[in-house]
Nanobody, 125 residues
């Protein structure tokens, strides 16, 4: 199965920014609706943002205004830009891919069939 791989995680202070990137291994993410998810301590995995093949973007309401998902055609990556980070944003962030037939994005983890290993984001106060 084609893998997707995240990069760009790290440690920042509150108020800082991070740019997460997701690429496919041997396949192009541009052919899939993609999503970003996170798992913070003590909580279930939740959808953060998605980008559908139809061009529609979806965001977790509590993060709207601080994050942006986009496709980088030059690198064939899906990018999650995160600004004004808070300590409660600390967690593991995952990229995921829907099957090629799915035109729409989704914030439900069960809608995705191909997951990356995750990248750690740590925000200190």
């Amino acid at each position: 199965q084609v893998r997707v791989e995240e990069s760009g995680g790290g440690s920042v202070q509150a108020g800082g920014s991070l740019r997460l990137s997701c690429v496919g291994d041997g396949d192009t993410v541009s052919r899939h609706s993609m999503g970003w998810f996170r798992q913070v301590r003590g909580k279930a995995r939740e959808g953060v943002a998605s980008f559908g093949l139809d061009g529609h973007e979806m965001y977790l309401d509590s993060l709207r205004g601080r994050i942006a998902i986009s496709r980088d055609s030059a690198t064939d990556a899906v990018v999650l830009q995160m600004n004004s980070l808070k300590p409660e944003d600390t967690g593991t962030y995952y990229c995921a891919e829907r099957p090629p037939s799915q035109l729409f994005g989704s914030l439900w983890p069960t809608s995705y069939t191909n997951w990356g290993q995750g990248t750690q984001v740590t925000v200190s106060s």
